[in-house]
């Protein structure tokens, strides 16, 4: 499948535009090397399209748009950025069947995900922070007289009064870095934010699923947005990226991604006093006390453990079992597993989850699963073939052969007990269809191991007892911990990781503080 194969309508590339190209100050340019990426269809290992690898002097480019953007976009009133932001957001509804095809085409996630989650959320993006914006306005006017402490000639202090306020402006050019496992509702979740508060942009998706981006610059001008005030330049993290992130005039950087480039991205803005907002990798422990409601627990674990082929951050990849029901709950996991779980073509509405993004995470995901099983660890891949009737041959390692579909990057669901908690596989983030089971017998132990890894992103915890939920979510250091349920977000909420996961914390006004400077001004 190619985009031309889609009957589609505007915003999406036309037949000719099988090479996708920057948007900088409101057109479309080739990048300046004119040479270009191959991006894959991971249902096929076919090419979708190619996109440009862009260099410093693109990026250089971008931000001299944005830069040109920003007086203008900074000084009108956020109802008026608001309400290009609502129009986008209609765009982008009205678009959501065509946006959905290309995101579950790109990154392999189903359709039905893409739909209501992605696209959806996305489109919500854009309203929230426009509304946020919109109620918000007294924020960036807000003035407030207090007595101010000064020392006089005489050494002593003296009561003063003045009056002080704060001055909320937007910074300037942002950087706006995302990955790949939820293109276009990540981007979006940081473009929303930093447009609200009067800041212009340079983005750039990720190299393996930049479709969604490229036709949001479709809607971006039909929605009017004015030209420079959002640029997505598209490439490689190493050349493209790191033009963002070490460019003079940009100086904030919100980066989405793995800890090991958030840790080169640190250090590369670090000696040029940007900003960062870090949100970064995670192994995040779920933990499963005896007195929980074992139906919603295990329900639950199965979409925490494989939604979206395990390719979401917040996804709950180590699990902690109270010793009592752990054969019980392991068997279960497993059993609900082979009838739920079904793999494969992620345009099918039965599909519960679809192929890795890129042959290159494959072999990652495989690898993990491999040391599992040369390590001596319990690996059990929860297939029936009763329950999925296109799966041809189940590999040695979770490889799946999809009818149809031969060439996929599937990887089966699975499961992996017998690993102690120092293991690679319960210690390292995979990102894809595997799930670690473990048990404990106390509630401190259970604490400990759930803390017991670099990561701190998100948290869950199974329980009946509404004070060991309290007790247990306040001792584990991550971001979120969710009692009872999981993915369940308010936008309001602060989100962020603890530890590697992540600097900074990412959310309604938290989003807007960090897209904001501050200044405090001091009226005698
Ligand atoms: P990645 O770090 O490889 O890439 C993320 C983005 O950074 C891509 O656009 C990439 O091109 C770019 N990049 C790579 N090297 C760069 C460099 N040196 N300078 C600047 N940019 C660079 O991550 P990924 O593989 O795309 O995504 C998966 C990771 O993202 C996982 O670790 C996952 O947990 C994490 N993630 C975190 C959150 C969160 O909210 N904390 C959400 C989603 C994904």
Redesign the pocket.
């Known amino acids: 499948a190619t985009l031309s194969n889609i009957s589609i309508e505007l915003p999406v590339p036309n037949h000719d535009e099988v090479q996708i190209k920057n948007f900088i100050g409101g057109n479309w340019y080739d990048p300046i090397s004119n040479n270009y990426i191959d991006n894959i269809n991971p249902s096929t290992d076919t090419l979708i399209c190619k996109i440009p690898d862009s260099g410093p002097q693109d990026v250089d480019f971008a931000t001299s748009a944005a830069k040109a953007a920003f007086p203008a976009w900074s000084s009108l009133p956020p109802k008026t950025r608001a309400s290009y932001m609502h129009k986008l957001a209609d765009l982008l509804d009205k678009n959501n069947e065509t946006f959905a095809q290309f995101e579950t085409m790109d990154q392999g996630k189903t359709l039905n995900f893409a739909r209501n989650v992605d696209i959806s959320r996305s489109a919500y993006n854009f309203r929230y922070f426009a509304d946020y914006i919109e109620a918000n306005l007294s924020e960036f006017a807000a003035s407030s007289s207090y007595p101010t402490a000064m020392i006089g000639s005489d050494g002593n202090p003296i009561m003063s009064e003045a009056l002080s306020y704060t001055k909320r402006s937007a910074v300037g050019v942002a950087g706006l ?6 293109p276009l509702y ?1 981007l979006t979740w940081k473009i929303a934010p930093c447009v609200a508060a009067g800041n212009t942009c340079v983005c ?5 699923t930049s479709v969604t981006a490229m036709m949001l610059t479709r809607l971006i001008k039909q929605a009017g947005i004015p030209d420079g005030v959002i640029n997505i330049v598209f490439g ?3 050349s ?3 033009s ?2 070490t460019h003079k005039d940009i100086p904030l950087i919100s ?8 840790k ?2 640190a250090s ?1 803005a670090a000696p040029m006093f940007k900003h960062l907002s870090l ?4 192994k995040n422990p779920g933990l499963v006390f005896a007195d929980c409601d074992l139906d919603l627990a295990i329900a639950t674990s199965v979409k925490s453990s494989f939604q979206n082929q395990g390719e ?2 917040l996804t709950a990849s180590r699990l902690y079992v109270e010793r009592p029901i752990f054969d019980t709950f392991v068997a279960r996991l497993k059993e609900a597993t082979r009838k739920t779980v079904i793999v494969g073509d992620p345009t099918n509405p039965n599909t519960f989850y679809g192929p890795l993004v890129s042959k290159q ?1 494959y072999n990652k995901v495989v690898s993990y699963i491999k040391l599992a099983q040369e390590s001596g660890y319990d690996v059990e891949f929860c297939v029936d073939q009763a329950v999925s009737p296109h799966v041809s041959e189940i590999g040695e390692s979770g490889q799946l052969v999809i009818k149809g579909l031969e060439k996929g990057y599937f990887v089966a669901p699975t499961v992996i007990t017998g690993c102690p908690q120092d293991s690679r596989v319960v210690q390292e ?1 995979i ?1 894809g269809p595997v799930v670690v089971v473990l048990p404990f017998d106390t509630e401190e132990q259970a604490i400990e191991l759930a803390n017991g890894n670099q990561y701190g ?1 998100a948290a869950t915890v199974w329980s009946g007892d509404q004070r060991r939920l309290r007790r247990v979510a306040g001792q584990i250091l991550s971001g979120t911990v969710w009692c009872n349920c999981w993915m369940v977000r308010n936008l309001d909420m602060p ?1 962020g ?1 603890f530890k590697a ?2 600097v900074g914390t990412e959310g309604g006004k938290y989003s807007i503080d960090f897209f904001s400077k501050k200044q405090a001004i001091v009226l005698g």
């Open positions: 870095i995302s990955p790949w496992n939820l990540l750039k998706p990720s190299e393996f490689l993290g190493q493209t990226g790191n963002i992130v980066f989405t991604g793995g800890t090991v480039t958030g080169a991205i590369a949100e970064l990798g995670g979401i951050c995470h983030e990102f992103l989100f990781g996961s992540g």
